[in-house]
């Protein structure tokens, strides 16, 4: 007999008996958990355990001596019903493609998968299909053969005008897709208003939020954590995605972006743009930065000049709504919180 229950994160014991348990079947104990359920067998003996980070269920772990008897979907049941107490009404797991079908019996819909790396499914409301009807309808009386370019914009900058400017020339319509996840020193919505205002007057390019399904901390981790080792997989994910979902949405055939000379992350992602975006039949085209000098123009120039508390100089790589607003009493919050941090990002 099986005795399930909620696993106290905060007591040493127990955070370290779930270590050595997803140790022992080739797991880490995630980041940022909300919430943690494990079953123990009738020794008291930890034997399957999940955790639910955000939206994400994360780390299910079954001894591997009692595979195929049912644990993970008992553990995965146990989170579904934490995050509907919790209020999310939609969660997500990574799975080996294997065992998708077992998730999908407990009411998951596949996503998208990457061989060799996982699957990722999805649970409840508002997921992937409303989204896409959702660009559908952005998209109904736009032209076909349009374009994309997917930014963080933190902040936007000349070379992020730049850029669109160029895409804006070159195609009939534009959708610039704004990051979503508020992993940044400039949240979303300051973020997604600045591009907004930097781009009002081209008239042929549309500004939409990339939801939970581009360059998000579900399809792309590694772009925020900088962990070059999951790239690969990561932006292989993102980009599929991409392909199959968001860009038929939104009648994409061409996709734009700059060259990285900065971030190995990013870099690596514009070489998965090249190799994986041809082959689902989407143009990919890379356009040399904006230079200043011998230098790129980057959003974390920016964030440095206010570090250095040079806020004039900025002046001169970012359009004027961009300088407007940092120098508003609006953004003197996040102003002082990029003094305070050390992160680059």
């Not at 780390?59 to 049941?77: K, T």
């Not at 080996?96 to 998730?103: I, L, N, P, S």
């Amino acid at each position: 007999m099986y005795e399930e229950r909620e696993i106290n994160l905060s007591l040493p014991f127990e955070y370290s008996e779930l270590k050595d348990f997803l140790s022992s079947v080739g797991l880490k104990v995630p980041s940022g958990i909300d919430h943690c359920v494990g079953i123990y067998d009738p020794r008291e003996e930890l034997v399957a355990a999940g955790s639910l980070v955000g939206n994400i269920i994360q780390g299910v772990g079954v001894h591997s001596s009692l595979q195929g008897e049912g644990l993970s979907a008992r553990v995965v049941s146990l989170l579904l019903k934490k995050a509907s107490l919790l209020g999310r009404d939609k969660v997500f797991i990574f799975t080996r493609t294997e065992e998708a079908r077992k998730f999908e019996d407990l009411g998951f819909h596949l996503v998208e998968s990457v061989k060799d790396y996982a699957s990722l499914l999805e649970w409840g409301r508002h997921g992937i299909e409303e989204f896409k009807y959702c660009l559908r309808k952005i998209a109904e009386d736009k032209p076909p053969d349009s374009a994309s370019i997917v930014v963080n914009c933190n902040p936007f900058t000349n070379g992020h005008r730049y850029l669109i400017e160029k895409t804006a020339s070159e195609n009939p319509h534009v959708y610039v897709i704004v990051v979503r996840e508020d992993r940044s020193l400039f949240p979303f919505e300051a973020r997604f208003d600045l591009v907004e205002k930097g781009v009002q007057d081209l008239e042929n390019v549309t500004v939409i939020s990339g939801g939970d399904y581009v360059i998000s901390n579900l399809t792309f981790p590694s772009y925020f954590t900088r962990d070059d080792s999951m790239t690969p997989y990561h932006a292989t994910l993102d980009l599929k995605i991409f392909a199959e979902h968001i860009a038929p949405s939104l009648k994409v055939v061409r996709r734009y972006a700059g060259d990285e000379p900065y971030c190995p992350v990013t870099s690596t992602y514009n070489s998965f743009m090249e190799k994986i975006l041809p082959s689902c039949g989407i143009e990919m085209i890379i356009i040399p930065r904006l230079m200043d000098g011998n230098k790129a123009v980057s959003a974390s120039t920016v964030r440095d000049l206010i570090k250095q508390d040079r806020m004039e100089d900025i002046k001169y790589i970012v359009p004027e709504t961009t300088y407007d607003f940092l120098v508003s009493e609006e953004a003197s919050g996040i102003v002082e919180n990029i003094r305070r941090s050390s992160s680059r990002h």
